[in-house]
């Protein structure tokens, strides 16, 4: 008996999703060069907040297990801190930068995201 299996599976892939690609970017950079060469302004929007608000605070643990505030407030209390912090964050952007020094305590890291956890506030660990 002469069985033959006709199951089969051909793995093909269609172009035509390909081809319709390239033809709109090709499109697309057709009239973005026309637009650039024919000397069309565009009027960008301009920011209303000064940089140093978009700044987030930047918070430092020293190898002496010292908190460090944008370089100008050092202090080795949890309540100072928390103080300093709430007077100088940007209500519309609250975002603290936390870097420890390798020899710090993880203790006092831990501090620092207990206080930004207690106040609604983002951070991010910068190496």
């Known amino acids: 008996m002469g069985l033959k299996t006709e199951n ?4 093909e892939g269609g172009m035509s999703s390909m081809t319709d690609l ?9 009239v973005i060069s026309t637009l650039i060469s024919s000397g069309v302004n ?19 643990i020293t190898e002496n297990n010292v908190y460090k505030l944008n370089e ?3 202090t ?3 309540s100072e801190l ?3 912090i ?12 936390l870097t420890g020094h390798p020899k710090s305590n993880w203790e006092m890291t831990v501090h620092v995201i207990d206080i930004a956890k ?6 991010a660990l910068k190496d």
């Open 8 to 11: 089969k599976i051909k793995m």
């Open 82 to 84: 928390e103080q300093k």
């Open 86 to 97: 709430k007077f100088s964050i940007n209500p519309e952007k609250p975002v603290i930068t």
């Open 76 to 78: 080795e209390s949890l």
């Open 42 to 60: 565009i009027d960008l929007p301009q920011s209303s907040s000064s940089e140093s608000k978009d700044k987030p605070l930047e918070v430092n």
């Open 118 to 123: 207690r106040n609604n506030i983002e951070i």
């Open 22 to 30: 390239v033809f709109l970017l090709l499109i697309f950079f057709i």
């Open 72 to 74: 100008d407030f050092t």
